[in-house]
């Protein structure tokens, strides 16, 4: 079943052209990876799947609702959660705070309850809070509950945008480079929390520059050059992919097998 | 120790009721409550305007205008229509919050420095047209207000106004730290923080904005139409954009994203000035110093700075570094 569908989607820049004719669909229950060389569009896809860029042509299709030009609000409320490659966490906020800010959708509370009260609004405020906190021991932030978000280490600020995202109760989850700037061990435990995403049925699209952390968990494989699709498929497709050698590692390279994450 | 004091919902408003109940026992004469009962008016205002500035991270330099609004809108309907106090203030102040809701959609776009221009030149428009329709108003030289009665019984004197203005400024208090500690309030402070992230994770930024200054415009308004029955009279002078600057500076010093910083901030620059005087003509040197050395030493403002050094043995910082040392992060190396 297909629940993000994308069609002639493009973004252009002041006459540059960041991603160009894009077409794929994304099935439910996918690991879905974009990678890419740098400057590929890969970002600019991200932003565009979640409404925060508006595309320049092109139409988004999520379960056959055409979500283009809408808010990264509505996405959300759609069931699209993101993270992002640069972080963008509340630091003036607690960590756990900031996980239960991604349950804004859900909680249903008027502005006047707000204001007056309402005992009502307690019990749930003590419901998103044990939810949210659950939520933490999942991505394993257990022990940084009551921290203050500008104190925690870069890995854990990963992580906490994970169970941000999670919070949302989405279908969809897009993470932009989860892995990045995280060392092998701290990557380990991305790639086996991005599994234990797919298993609880969560789709998961997935930027990343780590070959090894793509090539294992990902069902699907999109590669992106100078805006353009380059090939699409499985791990194994596009490992062989003569196209993708060349555009990784140049012309000269393409008799080489691509190896995975650096390996000799 | 402050801090948690500041962070337990009730316990703050508790102690803040203290202090507006044994105060009186301190204040000698008239002219002591009548400072009392300024600091008061001015902390509503304040309470209002940090829900604005320190938690939604919006600025305002414009909130002299709602203030005034406020004031004239209750003089004029009390004062040339005959209409009652309370009605007065009432209608007066859905006026306010629609004109704000009017004026906010398109501003609130805007940001930082252009936030500021907007604002800045929307409080000098009413400052002008309070001052210029002088058929309305009374002009520069002001108008006398009635006296705020409710069935038949008028307040007046400052004893009975400090009760009024007391009450009322516990509940602007526990109305904002209400709205601050629910989903509302996280989604402000969210997007405080940053405005790409709170939309992603479902919040509708532009709404959340337009609400808050609403909300806070509403605050200026209850305090305006306050003073101007109070004080029984209105000038121009406190809806000029020089009130405005003020009223953010108690919001700064007294610490952003405080309610209780606001209320300090308020009291603190409205008594220095009267606690000044002595310094004859050089009341506004001191004044000055003290501002500069208290943003340069507590640039996080009062309430909060003094709060973090009451807090250090015990408090959120050492529980931090030892979740950074104890946690679950893998060695680095």
């Known amino acids: 079943m297909t629940l993000l569908r994308v069609e002639q989607l493009s973004k252009e820049f002041g006459g540059v052209r960041a991603v160009a004719d894009l ?28 409404g925060v860029y508006v595309p320049s042509t092109g139409r988004i299709w999520f379960e056959e609702r055409n979500l283009t030009g809408r808010a990264p609000y509505e996405y959300a409320a759609c069931g699209i959660a993101r993270t992002f490659q640069n972080l963008q966490v509340f630091f003036n906020m607690s960590a756990l705070e900031n996980v239960m800010v991604g349950r804004y959708l859900h909680e249903r509370c008027g502005l006047p309850a707000a204001m007056l009260r309402f005992p009502s609004l307690g019990r749930a405020e ?10 933490m021991h999942f991505v394993g932030l257990g022990a940084y509950l009551e921290t203050a978000a500008d104190a925690m280490p870069y890995g854990a600020l990963k992580r906490l945008e994970i169970a941000r995202a999670l919070a949302t109760r989405p279908r969809l989850v897009l993470l932009d480079e989860p892995a990045a700037g995280l060392n092998p061990t701290e990557t380990l435990e991305v790639d086996a929390l991005i599994s234990k995403l797919a298993k609880s049925g969560i789709t998961v699209v997935l930027v990343e520059h780590n070959m090894r952390l793509v090539m294992g968990v990902s069902d699907h494989i999109l590669v992106l050059d100078y805006g353009r699709q380059l090939a699409e ?23 080489e097998p691509v190896s995975a994450g650096g390996a000799p | 120790m402050l801090r948690r004091l500041a962070a337990s919902r009730s316990s703050g408003l508790a102690a803040l009721a203290l202090v507006v109940a044994l105060l009186p026992l301190a204040l000698q004469n008239a002219y002591y409550y009548e400072v009392a009962i300024l600091v008061g008016l001015n902390a509503i205002v304040c309470v209002g305007l940090n829900l604005l500035i320190g938690y939604a991270g919006q600025i305002s330099l414009g909130h002299a205008g709602f203030f005034g609004l406020g004031a004239y809108g209750s003089a004029i309907l009390t004062a040339r229509y005959g209409w009652p106090p309370l009605a007065a203030m009432a209608v007066t102040t859905l006026g306010v919050a629609a004109l704000a809701y009017l004026i906010g959609r398109p501003i609130l776009r805007l940001r930082g420095h252009y936030l500021a221009m907007a604002t800045l030149g929307m409080g000098i428009i009413i400052s002008i047209v309070v001052a210029t329709e002088d058929q309305l108003t009374g002009g520069p030289d002001g108008m006398s207000v009635p006296a705020l009665s409710v069935f038949g019984f008028a307040f007046a004197g400052e004893r009975v106004w400090y009760w009024v203005v007391g009450v009322a400024l516990l509940v602007a ?54 003073t101007a029955h109070y004080a029984g009279f209105v000038t121009p002078a406190k809806v000029t954009f020089f009130h405005s600057i003020e009223l953010v500076t108690m919001v700064v010093f007294g610490g952003m994203a405080s309610t209780f910083g606001a209320v300090v901030g308020a009291a603190v620059l409205t008594t220095l000035p009267q606690a000044l005087t002595l310094f004859k003509e050089y009341e506004m040197v001191v004044f000055g110093a003290v ?43």
């Open chain 1, 23 to 50: 077409q794929f669909s994304i099935a439910a229950g996918q690991v879905f990876s974009i990678i890419g060389p740098n400057g590929a569009g890969k970002t600019t896809l991200l932003n565009l799947l979640t």
């Open chain 1, 126 to 135: 003590r419901e998103t809070r044990s939810e949210c906190e659950k939520l």
């Open chain 2, 173 to 226: 208090v526990w109305v904002a730290r209400n709205l601050v500690d629910s989903p509302h309030g996280r989604a402000l402070r969210a997007l405080h923080g940053s405005e790409v992230g709170a939309e992603v994770a479902g919040i509708d930024s532009a709404r959340h904005k337009v609400r808050v200054f609403v909300i806070s415009a509403v605050y200026a308004s209850i305090a305006g139409g306050l």
């Open chain 2, 291 to 333: 501002m500069m050395l208290t943003m340069i030493f507590m640039p996080r403002g009062l309430v909060p700075t003094l709060a973090a050094l009451f807090d250090r043995p015990e408090g959120p910082g050492k529980a931090s570094r030892d979740a950074g040392g104890g946690g679950i992060r893998p060695p680095a190396r």
């Open chain 1, 233 to 255: 498929g499985s791990a194994e497709v596009v490992r062989r992919d003569p196209r993708v050698i060349e555009a990784y590692l140049g012309a000269a390279a393409s008799a």
